[in-house]
């Protein structure tokens, strides 16, 4: 287990290693950089004043050494400037992490809190009426683009409730927090939502026709006790495997959330850093997302050997 | 016939998904015939014009035809998800068959690489793409199909892994067939079930991704009518007083994206039953 | 702070008792901040190294310029000027040296004093004098008259120009010319500026806010009215509509809510305040006249002829946007040509077919016609104001007999492209930061000046500009105007397609709102502006 556990750690700072090459070579090959996006705001450029700012930014040395001094920074904990703001990437970043991950774990609670019970009913109504109707609606909920659906409801709030939840300040209480963050977290956790609903429902499935539930039955045990106290432990994989799958996903989903409601977290920032050429910003922010899906990922396969023992680690 | 009959009974979700699709490939070969209008002729006159006798879907703010540009934006949307997924599935596929069959450092590096794509997010490694290639149709299918590459390739390899110590793969070894010989002849056929399976799964996201990239300025752009670029920028401004300029194209790409994912879920049942659900 | 909050009740008070004294009502309430939508992240906080609106309105009120426009007028005017940090100004008697007697006992918001030595330094760094601070400077050519500028104590300095320019008061009056203090570094004054105006500096976070305080020792007595001033950035234009139209802001961002837009969010919310601008910006059509076969001056004359001005404005404002020459037309614009006058001009008559019928003669007469199409492509800057003008500029260019394709460019590169002059056709919306014929003709249309993309050259003409700058008498000066730009507009040097324009909005609870039709960037400071509530 340890020793697994320090390879998996291994891999994953080569990963990480390599996604690092990956995203400063992407950048690179972007057209235009800072310096010409800085004059584009300018309406205008001058050749000197940009041969100025790109020797000052580094922008002109040879990429190994521009690459080797981003890498030379992240070891020592130092992340750089912003080009566009001239404040320390740290600086720029950790206020908006709790946003976006605030967001993100009221996205995925919403995504259990409905996906699983769901999962059950479908399941134990297998092939019934509800199970299609279920069915139909989870695989509905996972064609919507996800802008699109902010975009209806933000409208049927304003319609209905002549209110918008959108993010316009800071909420100053744990309650405004959640109304805040609630109705996008749902908005973007209905995906989640029915990909642990249709995984529950099939894993269910399997459990059921299983002998140790046979066996509780005969023991005279109730039906629902059978369903909820065996079965459910059994749905326990297929949210965590979700999760492992979605954390990466739902960043997707995150972008053009945030971008609808206005919040001010870290997916939006990126979408925006790309657009200014903000090496030092980009460059950081996938690095720390790639670290978050990474870890996330090396998490769910430790807790899927303490959750099933079945699964042999190292294999 | 009959089996028609029965697949019909068998999988009715799969074959109403079926028949959405049939409907949108129709639709984006024969869009030109079937427009009532010229997808880029603006008239001032028809701005925001609701649904009506001309406009049976509405006009956007510079008076084009609603309906006419859904038709052809399905051709978008076509060339988008097959582009994407043929290419993510096809390079993926190849990648997945030669690193599981040839095994050894090729199989590591192969592996490695995956990794380090799968740790990064679909959207984010497809926006720093279509920001590097620039926007076109081209690039923005590229775009979309590289981040498919190392999904495909995990599962085939996986797939092959199990399939090269079956039987017959050890007999053909054991008469002396060449290894590429055994990999295209015995291999390959077998792992396309599930490459078939995992590529009708990938259609409805492809279709998604793109509709997310041009909502966020990139994507496919003018004056290609993608259903994407409908919904964003200036349509989803006029929402409350032409909802028909927001409700439509997203119907259209929900619609399309359901029906890819009912018929995806469908062929899985039929082709590989073990798979899942 | 807690004076204020006093100071705040006792506003509410005077606001409950109000409905009995209809004249007290009116008078000025202190206190509230003013929530205002942010259309898009400023590149930084620095008004004198940016050209975009996105720096320009949301820090304006940080800082004080030496003269400032008339906010009484509703076009801003040459004629129509006054004071702000400077009580008063003097034009020597051969209209070369221009002196200006400064207020005395301001303070920057740091406590240092405000001297003559501030408005010498600005200036001296606009026109790269001392080794320029600013990381960039995008008004340069503005000041390029000035020869030197020099202190007479702390409250005076004097301005000695090259050649006589009354027009250069505009440019002293504009929102872009702000007094920057010499004691604060420039990096600082793009994250952190330090002015002497109405409202404090207090923060600015990236892709979310920016926030200004009511400075408590603003040297004009009484003023500002509100506590603070509150920018959200929100770039999804649906959803700023929508937060606009439920109440959660007092104010939109400027420039921002098309003519359509403006007309839709009326409908909705009934009560709000609109009122339609010109937003700076022309659209215009940009020939590279260096590369076959535009080279052909037929070519680019029959190119000219084709465009249907009128149904752009149509399409794309329902018939908002003006039409003109190089200069903002009446009566949003005051240089502009007169209507009567424009009929005169080719290419602006009301019978568009009959020039594009003599444009096809054109044509012809080079070999072209509908069985060989002229193929080209018409570069555009990937954004979609700049795709809705190419699109339709494509239609017309199909009248005769040219084949036309949108090639969009990524617009972090658009400037370095025109720059380059890599292009044959581009479809080009300009800004120009002030409503003044100097700026329009030197900025664009001088021989090799560096924003002049097409290379148009005509040294005759050149003169005139000199000339026009030169002119004390306003009337005369605007015949001569008016000439100048009909000869530009004949020789195609960059035909102006339309003026945009786009609305801002307010709820009536907010008072003391007053701008110009005429331009987007000025009248941003607030200092008059109070809170009903």
């Keep these: 287990m340890f020793l697994y556990f320090l390879r998996r750690l291994g891999l994953m700072v080569f990963t990480l290693f390599g996604v690092s090459i990956a995203i400063f070579l992407l950048l690179r090959i972007a057209p235009g950089n800072i310096a010409d996006i800085l004059f584009d705001s300018a309406g205008m450029i001058d050749p000197a004043e940009k041969q100025k700012i790109i020797s000052d930014l580094g922008l002109d040395q040879p990429l190994v050494i521009q690459y080797l001094h981003w890498l030379n920074g992240l070891v020592h904990g130092d992340f750089g400037y912003s080009y566009v703001s001239e404040k320390p990437v740290l600086q720029e970043v950790l206020p908006r992490i709790p946003i976006t991950a605030r967001l993100a774990l009221l996205a995925i609670l919403f995504a259990v809190c409905t996906g699983v019970p769901v999962g059950v009913v479908s399941a134990v109504r297998q092939n019934s009426a509800i199970d299609y109707v279920l069915r139909v609606f989870s695989l509905a ?8 659906l902010g975009l209806l409801v933000l409208m049927a709030f304003v319609n209905w409730a002549g209110v918008l939840p959108i993010y316009d300040q800071a909420p100053d209480s744990l309650w405004a927090a959640l109304l805040m963050f609630g109705v996008p977290a749902a908005t973007v956790g209905l995906r989640s939502s029915a990909l642990i609903m249709r995984l529950t429902r099939s894993s269910m499935l399997e459990v059921m026709r299983q002998d140790y539930i046979r066996t509780a039955r005969s023991k005279g045990l109730s039906e629902p006790a059978v369903t909820f106290i065996h079965a459910l432990r059994n749905a326990m994989l297929p949210v965590i495997t979700t999760i492992g799958v979605e954390t990466a996903f739902l960043f997707g989903g995150l972008v053009v959330t945030e971008t609808v409601f206005n919040i001010p977290g870290v997916a939006r920032f990126l979408v925006e850093a790309i657009r200014w050429r903000d090496y030092p910003m980009v460059q950081n922010l996938v690095m720390f997302i790639a670290t978050v899906v990474v870890a996330v990922n090396l998490l769910v396969d430790l807790t899927y050997a303490i959750v099933d023992p079945r699964i042999r680690l190292g294999s | 016939m009959s089996e028609l009959i029965y697949l019909a009974r068998r999988y009715p979700l799969g074959v109403a998904g079926g028949l959405i699709l049939v409907v949108f490939v129709f639709v984006a070969i024969f869009a030109n015939a079937i427009a009532p209008l010229d997808p880029l002729t603006t008239n001032p006159k028809a701005s925001l014009a609701p649904p009506g006798n001309t406009y049976l879907l509405g006009a956007d703010m510079m008076g084009r035809d609603v309906l006419s540009r859904l038709i052809h934006g399905a051709r978008i949307s076509l060339a988008v998800a097959l582009g994407a997924t043929l290419i993510g599935s096809g390079l993926g596929a190849l990648l997945g068959l030669a690193s599981g069959y040839v095994g050894g450092w090729f199989d590591l590096v192969v592996q490695r690489l995956a990794e380090i794509m799968q740790s990064l997010p679909l959207l984010v490694m497809a926006l720093v793409i279509t920001a590097s290639l620039g926007p076109s149709l081209t690039n923005t299918i590229i775009a979309i199909a590289i981040p498919l590459i190392p999904n495909v390739a995990r599962v085939i390899r996986a797939n092959v892994l199990s399939l090269r110590e079956l039987n017959y793969v050890e007999a053909a070894r054991a008469i002396g067939m060449r290894n590429s ?45 993608s259903w994407g670029r409908m919904l964003s920028e200036s349509a989803a401004e006029y929402m409350r007083s032409a909802p028909w300029l927001v409700i439509f194209p997203g119907v259209a790409i929900s619609l399309v994206v359901f029906g890819a994912n009912l018929f995806g879920d469908a062929l899985r049942d039929y082709l590989d039953p073990r798979m899942g659900d | 702070m807690r004076g204020s909050r006093l100071f705040g009740a006792a506003a509410i008070l005077c606001g409950l008792l109000a409905p009995g004294f209809a004249s007290v009502a ?35 009120a940080v800082f004080n310029n030496l003269v400032v426009f008339d906010p009484e007028s509703p076009v801003n005017r040459l004629d129509r000027i006054v004071p702000d940090l400077a009580t008063s100004w003097a034009w020597s008697d051969d209209n070369r040296t221009l002196t200006f007697q400064l207020h005395h006992n301001v303070t920057w918001h740091d406590g240092k004093p405000f001297t003559s030595a501030d408005v010498k330094c600005t200036w001296d760094m606009l026109t790269g004098k001392t080794d320029s601070k600013l990381r960039k400077n995008p008004r340069k050519t503005w000041w390029f008259n000035i020869k030197d500028v020099a202190t007479d104590g702390d409250d005076k300095v004097v301005f000695h120009l090259k050649d006589p320019q009354p027009s250069i008061m505009a440019m002293f009056a ?19 500026p330090i002015g002497t105006g109405p409202f404090m500096f207090k923060e600015f976070k990236q892709n979310e806010s920016i926030k200004l305080v009511r400075n408590p020792n603003y040297w004009k007595p009484g003023k500002p009215y509100l506590d603070a001033i509150e920018y959200t950035i929100i770039p999804n234009r649906a959803t700023m509509v929508l937060a606009m139209v439920t109440g959660k802001f007092n104010l939109t961002f400027t420039g921002e809510l098309t003519p359509q837009l403006m007309k839709d969010i009326q409908q909705q919310a009934p009560s709000l305040q609109c009122v339609m601008q010109s937003t700076n910006t022309q659209g215009n059509l940009l020939v590279n006249r260096e590369r076959p076969p535009f080279d052909n001056p037929l070519i680019r004359k029959a190119m000219t002829l084709a465009i249907d001005r009128k149904a752009f404005s149509d399409i794309l404002s329902q018939g908002a946007y003006p039409v003109g020459g190089a200069n903002l037309p009446p009566p949003e614009g005051f240089w502009g040509w007169s209507k009567e006058y424009m009929e005169t001009v080719p290419g602006y008559g009301a ?19 509908p069985d060989h199409l002229l193929p080209l492509k018409v570069t555009t800057r990937n954004i979609q104001d700049y795709r809705d003008a190419a699109v339709i500029l494509i239609d017309h260019l199909k009248t005769i007999y040219i084949q036309a394709e949108l090639e969009p460019i990524d617009t972090s590169v658009w400037y370095a492209r025109l720059l380059r002059k890599d292009f044959s056709v581009a479809m080009n919306i300009q800004g120009t930061g002030t409503d003044d014929p100097d700026v329009q003709f030197f900025e664009n249309y001088l021989c090799g000046s560096e924003r002049n993309y097409t290379s148009y050259c005509n040294p005759e003409l050149e003169k005139k500009f000199h000339e026009q700058s030169m002119m004390q008498d306003i009337d005369a000066r605007r015949k001569l105007v008016w000439e100048i730009d009909k000869q530009l507009q004949e020789d195609g040097a960059r035909p102006v397609v339309f003026f945009a324009e786009a609305g801002t909005c307010w709820w009536p609870r907010v008072h003391g709102i007053r701008i110009a039709r005429n331009t987007i960037y000025n009248h941003w400071r607030f200092e008059d502006v109070w809170l009903d509530q």
Excluded at chain 2, 194 to 217: D, K, M, N, R, Y
Excluded at chain 3, 180 to 185: G, R, T, W
Excluded at chain 3, 356 to 365: C, D, N
């Design chain 3, 174 to 192: 504009s929102g872009f010319a702000p007094v920057y203090p010499c004691h604060v570094p420039a990096n600082q004054m793009r994250t952190h």
């Design chain 1, 141 to 148: 909920a996972l064609s919507m683009p996800a802008f699109w």
């Design chain 3, 351 to 369: 019978d568009v077919e009959k020039s594009r019928e003599e444009a096809r003669k054109i044509m012809r007469s080079l070999g072209y016609g």
């Design chain 3, 26 to 60: 009116m008078t000025q309430q202190q206190g509230g901040t003013l929530r205002v939508t942010h259309r898009d992240n400023p590149p930084s906080a620095s008004i004198l190294e940016e050209a975009t609106i996105s720096t320009d309105m949301p820090f304006m």
């Design chain 2, 181 to 225: 010989r055994i990999a295209l002849l015995h291999v390959m056929p077998n792992t396309l079930a599930p490459l078939i399976v995992l590529a009708t799964a990938q259609l409805g996201s492809t279709i998604l991704t793109e509709a997310s990239l041009s909502f966020l300025g990139l994507g496919v752009p003018e004056p290609y009518p």
